[in-house]
């Protein structure tokens, strides 16, 4: 079964920074692309970043510069490094596997900022 567990996200104040983590279980971890997507309220899931199992990166327009997406496949675990966070950024972040048209989605987690 597939589990995949995203690190508490936290507010803080616009230009502060954040790092999300998700570790993920039941899974050939190196095989997969995994991604960050995010849900402000009242939209919809967008793509944030995603990174393939040969790391490949890919940013949204919106985080280009300020948001890194890195793996550690000998910890199952997806990195979302996020600097210079702008209140537009506020939103819950999923973390996902996608492998052969099969995805598997985290909890989420709130990321809120705000002065």
């Known amino acids: 079964q597939v589990q995949l567990v995203e690190s508490w996200g936290g507010s803080v104040q616009p230009g502060g920074s954040l790092r999300l983590s998700c570790v993920a279980s039941?899974?050939?971890?190196?095989?997969?692309?995994m991604g960050w997507y995010r849900q402000a309220p009242g939209k919809q899931r967008k793509q944030v970043a995603i990174?393939?199992?040969?790391?490949?990166?890919n940013h949204a327009d919106s985080v280009k510069g300020r948001f890194t997406i890195s793996r550690d496949n000998a910890k199952k675990t997806v990195y979302l490094q996020m600097n210079s966070l702008k209140p537009e950024d506020t939103a819950v972040y999923y973390c996902?596997?996608?492998?052969?048209?099969?995805?598997?989605w985290g909890q989420g987690t709130q990321v809120t900022v705000s002065s």
């Open positions: 039941g899974i050939s971890f190196k095989l997969y692309t």
């Open positions: 990174i393939t199992n040969g790391c490949s990166t």
């Open positions: 996902n596997a996608w492998r052969l048209g099969q995805n598997s």
